[in-house]
């Protein structure tokens, strides 16, 4: 009966041993898929000097507990490559094709740093992908345009780098895409349409060698920036359906053709259209409440409206200008009124309403340089206004002064 007893106790501790040993379930473990692939990437990329982000990589671990990976189950459903703290260095090499087999991911992320070489074709097989953001290092090469199969994508934002070679149709045809940052490239060619149906917010294409017209893009759109390339023809047809744009920049490039009065209408907080062909008298249809109105450096002509006297910064330098200025534009800047910054120079107006005895406000910038007037006040304006305080006689045929 003793013997018994012992040889259940031996039994017991023999089947308790064989529980503690046991391996995990295989749900806790990461899938070899995603492991290889982890490899892969952490191969292909290294810290810059001062970064430490890959010293947590260490693969006789669970690679769920490495820094900048977040698993969801087995697979991995997020990758943040690179130390996120403001200042730190970033990461050089270059993304590894075996990205594409993360088949669960749902973001990546590449901090600013000096990783080279092509976006990865194979990305396109993530379809779950919702946020592609490696803006500010020095990848080159195409936008693939397999990329036009993520039908999930939000945010594609591969700003700052040295991509090349024409936007894909197919990227603008993304049904889910909400964010399109490819500023400060080297993208050439056409912007392709959008659906009116697309979701997009924000389009950011500055600062490449764009080139054609602007086509017709979704309403939906809340910030269109696009100075700074090589774009042509006019906008007048396709500013007015843009009713939720909150920032408009259009600046630095071969723009011609008038403005709607609507534009001005836009719940905009910054209007940017300095430094293209653009003709005609601007005529808002009702006052002007956008903080920066930026027309300077285009062929804008007619009498100044008053109705944007409530405009903060208002540069319209540079242009065809005559008649007199507005006295509701010097009052509010005068009258210390919302208006703070208010430049005319280099235009052919030809009278203003302020007493010579006036002090301006320490608060606000006004510049009358080289019109058909001498400047009732002395103001400082910018040194590239030039030293002239008036045009020649002859330039001002209705100038009596």
């Not at 810059?48 to 697979?75: E, N």
């Not at 010097?330 to 120079?345: A, I, P, R």
């Not at 019109?371 to 020649?392: D, L, W």
């Amino acid at each position: 009966m003793a013997m018994a007893a012992r040889l259940g106790a031996v039994v017991v501790c023999v089947v308790l041993a064989a529980v503690a040993v046991a391996p995990r379930p295989a749900a806790g473990i990461l899938n070899p898929v995603d492991f290889l692939a982890l490899q892969a990437v952490r191969r292909s990329l290294d810290d810059m000097p001062g970064s430490a982000f890959f010293d947590g990589w260490d693969f006789t671990a669970d690679p769920c507990g490495f820094p900048g990976v977040f698993c969801d189950g087995d697979r991995v459903a997020a990758l943040a490559l690179g130390d996120p703290r403001a200042g730190s260095p970033g990461l050089t090499g270059r993304l590894d094709p075996a990205l594409g087999r993360l088949s669960a991911l749902t973001e990546l992320s590449l901090v600013p740093g000096r990783v080279e070489g092509e976006l990865p074709s194979s990305l396109a097989a993530c379809s779950n992908l919702r946020f592609l953001a490696v803006s500010k290092n020095l990848i080159s090469g195409g936008i693939p345009d397999g990329f036009g199969a993520l039908s999930n994508l939000r945010t594609l934002d591969v700003s700052f780098n040295q991509i090349s070679g024409a936007i894909p149709p197919s990227i603008a045809a993304l049904p889910s895409i909400t964010n399109l940052i490819l500023c400060h490239n080297q993208l050439t060619g056409g912007i392709p349409s959008f659906q009116d149906s697309s979701p997009l917010l924000r389009l950011d294409l500055k600062h490449n060698a764009l080139s054609g017209g602007v086509p017709s893009l979704p309403p939906s759109l809340q910030y269109l920036s696009l100075s700074a390339n090589q774009l042509t023809g006019n906008v007048d047809s396709v500013l007015p359906r843009l009713t939720r744009l909150n920032f408009l920049d259009l600046s630095m490039n071969q723009l011609e053709g008038p403005i709607p009065p609507s534009v001005f209408a836009l719940p905009l907080s910054v209007l940017q259209l300095q430094r293209n062909f653009f003709s005609g008298p601007v005529q808002p249809a009702n006052d002007v409440s956008i903080p920066m109105v930026d027309l300077s450096y285009n062929r804008f002509w007619g009498q100044l409206s008053p109705l944007l006297a409530g405009v903060g910064q208002l540069y319209l330098n540079n242009n065809r200008f005559t008649g007199e200025v507005p006295a509701r534009l010097v009052q509010e800047l005068v009258g210390s009124g919302g208006l703070q910054v208010l430049y005319l120079q280099h235009n052919f107006l030809s009278g203003i309403e302020i007493s010579p005895a006036s002090s301006l406000p320490s608060t606000v910038s006004l510049c009358l340089m080289y019109n058909c007037m001498v400047p009732p006040v002395y103001a400082p304006c910018p040194i590239k206004a030039g030293s002239q305080n008036t045009r020649p006689a002859d330039q001002c045929p209705e100038w009596r002064g």
